[in-house]
Nanobody
């Protein structure tokens, strides 16, 4: 199993920046990929960004955040980050950290952190 704890959510004005963190513990060695998802009120949860665990880490971004958000990881600290710049009101959502394990297979979620962007 893996435990994920997010932090860094806050209220910020449009155009501002935030950095989210996700501290992972437990069966870290079995993590194959990690990602950030978000869910706005009345909407489905959607992928924001993801990064694989192998090598330098292959990244993937939602079109809506490309060029503004950057996902990264610090393996020494077992922490995943999401740097969010040029925030827009439509970025307002609860942001969730996700980890996918391969041995044994598992899909784990954090409790979420609220990001609110005011116009």
């Amino acid at each position: 199993q893996v435990q994920l704890v997010e932090s860094g959510g806050d209220l910020v004005q449009a155009g501002g920046s935030l950095r989210l963190s996700c501290a992972a513990s437990g069966n870290i060695v079995s993590i194959s990929a990690m990602g950030w998802y978000r869910q706005a009120p009345g909407k489905q949860r959607e992928l924001v960004a993801a990064i694989t665990s192998g090598g330098g880490g292959t990244t993937n971004y939602a079109d809506s955040v490309k060029g503004r958000f950057t996902i990264s990881r610090d393996n020494a600290k077992n922490t995943l980050y999401l740097q969010m710049n040029s925030l827009k009101p439509e970025d307002t959502a609860v942001y969730y950290c996700n980890a996918v394990l391969t041995t044994p297979w598992g899909d784990y979620w954090g409790q979420g952190t609220q990001v609110t962007v005011s116009s």
